[in-house]
């Protein structure tokens, strides 16, 4: 079998092909560079890990409740739906909503995988293209682990959805070089941070917490990547480029603002997708899910200097202006935090396990 075996809905097998231009960037200065982006390209490179081994996949996994949440985090909870759906037509809504979720995780990293590779190309500064290959390398194993996830614990894909793909090509098709680097290392990849961070945070699947922990230990030192990339050259331009950014920036977040009510699921299982979506747009968990979702964006957005009367209004509209406010290195270490702490965690379950058969194997010795 292949992975269109396991699609819930046909998707096209010749390959999706995102016209490009623009140019590849050839640099002839070889010592220069700055420091903060010369030690994250060391980090990038001390932080390689396998997803074959790192991961515990012998870990279970129920497919109807991929992150292990209780029902009041469904978005349909309270509604008449949910009230008539029997526990069959619920287990089988949770599988898809796991499907699409993590479907999601992994056509954005697919996207990531060919950002990062255009990045490496098209960006002038040498310090720049040696980062964006270590993120090359992140972005393919995140495409790795997030695939098998889908194909063994849950046995279904989704197919892309149109909001994320539109923001990809948009990002991939300008010729101007900070466009994918905005497109991609701060609106989807601070996009996918939140919502890693969400689940990592909520689930209490170890297996889940392991994924989400390990990938965002990586997305992390993405972002940051493209703050310091495009924070100096921001700052350079004219009041007429900065607005051209600004209107990207604005698209863009109601694109991804959109990206994650699920609309898909309803339309698959057949069900009454007005009334579904009015659900989902009026469910307090969705205002308090979408508010953090855009923890990431808004600080990077600011910080990188795009931050006139337009994109704060988009912010306000969106009722996710507050955010401008969060600390993002604080947010960073975090999450090296806890990815450390996940490694602590399985090494202690691992040594419990080991010592257990010890124990046994004495017990059996002495018997």
């Known amino acids: 079998m292949t992975s269109y075996d396991f699609y819930v ?147 279904m894909y989704y197919p892309i959805n149109q909001d994320l793909a539109k923001l990809l090509a948009e990002s991939l098709e300008d010729s101007r070089w900070d466009l994918p680097y905005l497109g991609m290392q701060v609106l989807i990849e601070g996009l996918a941070l939140a919502a890693f961070g969400l689940y990592r945070d909520m689930s209490t699947n170890p297996l889940v917490k392991q994924l989400l922990a390990y990938v965002m230990q990586d997305e992390a030192r993405h972002v940051a990547f493209g703050r310091l990339a495009l924070r100096d050259y921001y700052a350079e331009l004219t009041t007429k480029e900065r607005a051209e950014r600004e209107e990207f920036v604005v698209e863009g977040c109601y694109l991804m603002r959109d990206r994650f009510k699920g609309r898909e699921v309803f339309e698959q299982l057949g069900m009454p997708l007005d009334t579904c979506m009015e659900y989902v747009d009026n469910s307090d968990m969705y205002t308090l899910y979408q508010s953090l979702l855009f923890s990431r964006i808004v600080p990077c957005v600011k910080d990188v200097g795009l931050w006139g009367e337009k994109v704060q209004a988009a912010y306000l509209d969106m009722g996710v202006l507050d955010n401008a406010k969060a600390d993002l290195e604080a947010l960073m270490k975090q999450d090296e935090d806890i990815a450390d702490a996940v490694d602590r965690e399985r090494y202690e379950r691992e040594l419990a396990a080991r010592r257990t058969e010890v124990d046994e194997a004495i017990a059996l010795g002495d018997g």
């Open 9 to 155: 809905s046909p998707v096209p097998k010749e390959t999706w092909d995102v016209p490009m231009s623009g140019d590849a960037r050839f640099t002839w200065e070889y010592d220069d560079g700055r420091d903060r982006l010369l030690n994250l390209y060391q980090k990038g490179k001390d932080k390689q890990w396998d997803a074959q081994k790192r991961i515990d996949w012998d870990l279970e996994v129920d497919p109807d409740n991929v992150a292990g949440l209780p029902e009041q985090f469904n978005p349909l909870f309270g509604s008449d739906i949910w009230d008539k759906m029997s526990q069959k037509e619920r287990d089988e809504f949770g599988r898809h909503q796991g499907a699409w979720l993590f479907s999601q995780f992994l056509h954005g990293e697919q996207g990531a995988l060919n950002v990062s590779a255009r990045i490496v190309q098209s960006v002038p500064d040498l310090d720049s293209k040696f980062y964006a290959a270590t993120q090359t390398m992140d972005e393919a194993r995140h495409v790795e682990l997030y695939s098998r996830f889908l194909r063994e614990k849950i046995g």
